[in-house]
T-cell receptor, first 115, second 113 residues
């Protein structure tokens, strides 16, 4: 069974640009969540989606947005990139809507570098 | 609000020695607790989880953790460290109804030959 797939793995963007990251969950999983990982702030929750609906949102500015499609694939977008947005962005999928008792399965992440 | 504190950002143990990674949590509702491991340039892999029931939880690769409500702790242990255990370990808390995890700051484990 294929795991969570995140594309691209590495990305370099210039300040002020926007970027879209993609996440394909494990087949059959309907819940997708996103995290930002930086050396200074650690792992921080961005969003949680289930059946195309955002169920939770972390404490990030409106430049960070996401969506989920009917096939459960998800994208996140960051507009007007800042140097501080450089991070590893991790996507995780789970079988069902926030039961919380099951674990989240993480992808390998997209390493975004803003220059 | 929930929070997680991991004591010790770096821990070194000799190969074959006991591994003990500390995690304390704060939660106003019954917590779900997790330990994840991250190898360089990789995502997170679940080691073990506590939701309800037995407070001693066994995970993969010989790791286990005990949920102690009175101490608000969920420390991770392994009787005998192996070189392949060198990685970063994250404790996380969530609650029923969400996959919004609050992670600790991580502990980087180094195993000495």
């Amino acid at each position: 069974k294929a795991g969570v797939t995140q594309t691209p793995r590495y990305l370099i963007k210039t300040r002020g640009q926007q970027v879209t990251l993609s996440c394909s969950p494990i087949s059959g999983h309907r819940s997708v969540s996103w995290y930002q990982q930086t050396p200074g702030q650690g792992l921080q929750f961005l969003f949680e989606y289930f059946s195309e609906t955002q169920r939770n949102k972390g404490n990030f500015p409106g430049r960070f947005s996401g969506r989920q499609f009917s096939n459960s694939r998800s994208e996140m977008n960051v507009s007007t990139l800042e140097l501080g947005d450089s991070a590893l962005y991790l996507c995780a999928s789970s079988p069902a809507a926030g039961t919380g008792s099951g674990e989240a399965f993480f992808g390998q992440g997209t390493r975004l570098t803003v220059v | 609000a929930q929070s997680v504190t991991q004591l010790g950002s770096h821990v070194s143990v000799s190969e074959g020695a006991l591994v003990l990674l500390r995690c304390n949590y704060s939660s106003s509702v019954p917590p779900y607790l997790f330990w994840y491991v991250q190898y360089p340039n990789q995502g997170l892999q679940l080691l073990l989880k506590y939701t309800t029931g037995a407070t001693l939880v066994k995970g993969i690769n010989g790791f286990e953790a005990e949920f102690k409500k009175s101490e608000t702790s969920f420390h991770l242990t392994k009787p005998s460290a192996h070189m392949s255990d060198a990685a970063e370990y994250f404790c996380a808390v969530s609650t029923s109804g969400t996959y919004k995890y609050i992670f600790g700051t991580g502990t980087r484990l180094k195993v000495l030959a």
